[in-house]
């Protein structure tokens, strides 16, 4: 008995290791606020989940054991239909569930509200985000650059989102920083994350968007406040310029698309993507809804 005990509880071990081990780069191993904020909601619902789950599965083997059939001290109601109790129980333990779970979703959602700001002394970065076919392109409006397919953001710093996309729905998601958020054509959704220290983190595309959708994926740089400021600078002095003309030929499809960067970008082009909907041979549709919001 010892034996086969010993030999279950490694098993358990084994599995639960090579589970777990599945977990790194994930949802599960959070860098910054809103990621932790995330995996805590997991837990506290997988919790209440297991409060249940445990004690039915327990239930459910003593029953089986206590009613067998050597056991004579167990009665045999073979007319029992109906128990006042029993039906409370049965309807209250799966209502309490679904109110606790509910609860905890319910709260952590507008906790969470992905356009809410992070609260922060250290000023917020503002970064608008377009999906394309199948890249995706980061603009930093106030430093005058862009990259695509690379996201380098200051550690410990907010940031703000700004996001959209250039043709079919997309989804923006950086599993260890936590809120997935879809972008739509003509639409903007705002997105508020943070890194707490330096790295390289996973980003990637979590709606299939046609053939190029296995490849639409992006590294997040997050470098010190230092570090930041160089690449900044050095991404200003260096790369072509994101024009009207740019923008048209980048938003042609391609798949497996190198990170590169723009030292400059046109005023408000973010904007123009947003205010029409790009085809890759109309640089001149964009050049118009630029400069018509430029005028206002």
């Not at 109790?85 to 509200?113: K, S």
């Not at 409006?141 to 959209?164: K, R, Y």
Request: glycine residues 10%.
């Amino acid at each position: 008995m010892n034996a086969v005990a010993r030999l279950l509880g490694g098993a358990i071990a084994i599995i639960g290791v090579a589970a777990l081990g599945g977990c790194t780069e994930g949802v599960l191993d959070p860098k910054g606020p809103i990621a932790s904020a995330e995996r805590q909601i997991l837990f506290n619902a997988l919790g209440i989940m297991l409060a249940i789950v445990i004690p039915t599965i327990l239930a459910t083997l003593g029953v089986a054991a206590w009613f067998r059939a050597s056991n004579r001290r167990a009665r045999y109601l073979p007319d029992f239909e109906y128990s006042g109790r029993l039906e409370v129980l049965v309807w209250a333990i799966p209502a309490m569930t679904v109110i606790l779970v509910g609860g905890v979703a319910w709260v952590g959602a507008h906790d969470l509200d992905p356009r809410k700001p992070i609260v922060s002394t250290t000023k917020p970065i503002n970064i608008q985000v377009v999906s394309l076919d199948w890249k995706w392109l980061f603009i930093y409006p106030d430093a005058g650059i862009a990259s695509v397919n690379q996201l380098t953001i200051p550690a410990g710093t907010p940031v703000n989102f700004e996001l959209t996309s250039s043709g079919v729905m997309n989804s923006f998601f950086v599993p260890q920083l936590g809120s997935q958020i879809y972008t739509m054509a003509g639409m903007v959704t705002h997105l508020a994350l943070q890194a707490d220290r330096p790295g390289t983190y996973r980003g990637l595309s979590a709606q299939f968007s046609g053939n190029g959708f296995a490849d639409m994926r992006f590294s997040v740089d997050v470098a010190s406040a230092e570090d930041f400021t160089r690449w900044v600078d050095a991404t200003r002095s260096a790369g072509p310029v994101l024009d009207q003309q740019a923008y048209a030929e980048l938003v042609k499809p391609s798949h497996a698309v190198v990170p590169f960067t723009y030292g400059a970008v046109a005023s408000n082009l973010f904007g123009g993507i947003v205010g029409s909907v790009m085809q890759p041979d109309a640089p001149s549709q964009l050049s118009h809804s630029t400069a018509q919001r430029t005028e206002k």
